[in-house]
């Protein structure tokens, strides 16, 4: 039974690119949420995905956008990468929003860095 | 916005001592979540709390819910080194599975 599976594990842009990060999420759950996680702090919801659909977004701005496909699996963009957007890039997986509050399943990460 | 704050930041203690970590939340909380992320790490689940005074214990770990569902804790008995690791509580913000973590407790134990 494959966890959530998240790549790649690390990558290197400078600013002002663009970057899309991966998810799959745990066998069984459809709905992915992202988080950013800045070093030493906790993780910062961005966004949840559930059904193809953005269905809650944090404090983010627009530079962060997401997808989810047919399969569950997910993808988050950002665009114009600021040196303040390194951090740890987290997926979460669970089941279907309504079923009321679920544990939330982490994948290993993308350590993003932007120099 | 909600404020969820957790005590201490950092706790440094020797095997065999007791650890707490205390989270407190400016509302009133429908649930709380508890992750543990070991260094490297990501966030794990370790439980969920719902009704007020609610006390769960998974070996050496015992998990508690305010009277008033603003606060919690979680308390470790006899600290081990696989026990190192930021303890974050995890409360709801808005509907669906959107969650605001709180600040996190780093725990180091020394042998």
């Known amino acids: 039974d494959a966890g959530v599976t998240q790549s790649p594990t690390h990558l290197i842009k400078t600013r002002g690119q663009q970057v899309t990060l991966r998810c799959s999420p745990k066998?069984?759950?459809?709905?992915v949420s992202w988080y950013q996680q800045a070093l030493g702090q906790g993780p910062q919801f961005i966004f949840q995905?559930?059904?193809?659909?953005?269905?809650q977004r944090g404090n983010f701005p627009d530079r962060f956008s997401g997808h989810q496909f047919p399969n569950y699996s997910s993808e988050l963009n950002v665009n114009a990468l600021l040196l303040g957007d390194s951090a740890l890039y987290l997926c979460?997986?669970?089941?279907?929003?309504?079923?009321?509050?679920?544990?939330?399943?982490f994948g290993d990460g993308t350590r993003l860095s932007i120099l | 916005g909600q404020q969820v704050m957790q005590i201490p930041q950092y706790q440094h203690v020797q095997e065999g001592e007791d650890f707490t970590t205390y989270c407190n939340s400016s509302?009133?909380?429908?649930?709380i979540q508890w992750y543990k992320q070991r260094p490297g790490g990501h966030p794990v689940f370790l439980i969920q709390?719902?009704?007020?005074?609610e006390v769960k214990k998974q070996k050496r770990l015992t998990f508690q819910f305010g009277e008033a569902k603003k606060n919690s804790s979680l308390h470790i008995t006899a600290t081990q080194t696989t026990d190192v690791g930021t303890y974050f509580c995890?409360?709801?913000?808005?509907?669906?599975?959107?969650?605001?973590f709180g600040t996190g407790t780093q725990l180091k134990v020394e042998l």
């Open positions: 995905y559930y059904e193809e659909e953005e269905r």
């Open positions: 709390l719902v009704k007020s005074g």
């Open positions: 509302t009133t909380l429908s649930n």
């Open positions: 995890a409360v709801p913000a808005g509907g669906g599975n959107k969650l605001t």
């Open positions: 979460a997986s669970s089941l279907g929003d309504r079923r009321g509050w679920q544990p939330q399943h």
């Open positions: 066998s069984g759950h459809d709905t």
